[in-house]
């Protein structure tokens, strides 16, 4: 079994930044991919940010140019920094790893932006 574990969410103010972390422990041979996903009230999850095993990264169009996914392959962990935050960006973030071809998610860190 696979446990992923995030830290890091909270309150900002519009224009700052926050750093999410979401670190997997168990059993795991290997990672294929890691990610974010958001969820704000009322609407559906959607994916914030991704990187493949192989580096490749892929982005949402509202959240380009500000945050950054990345990625410490020794400590199974995935970060995401978010800068420029922005009051739509409040939302319960999920990080979310393919672990030998199994899906995985965290269990949600809350990030509230203010105006």
């Known amino acids: 079994q696979v446990r992923l574990v995030e830290s890091g969410g909270g309150l900002a103010q519009a224009g700052g930044s926050l750093r999410l972390s979401c670190a997997a422990s168990?059993?795991?041979?290997?990672?294929?991919?890691m990610g974010w996903h958001r969820q704000a009230p009322g609407k559906q999850r959607e994916l914030v940010a991704e990187?493949?095993?192989?580096?490749?990264?892929n982005y949402a169009d509202s959240v380009k140019g500000r945050f950054t996914i990345s990625r410490d392959i020794a400590k199974n962990t995935v970060y995401l920094q978010m800068t420029s935050l922005k009051p739509e960006d409040t939302a319960v973030y999920y990080c979310?790893?393919?672990?030998?071809?199994?899906?995985?998610w965290g269990q949600g860190t809350q990030v509230t932006v203010s105006s």
């Open positions: 979310r790893m393919l672990v030998d071809y199994r899906e995985y």
């Open positions: 168990g059993s795991i041979a290997r990672i294929l991919a």
């Open positions: 990187i493949t095993s192989g580096g490749i990264t």
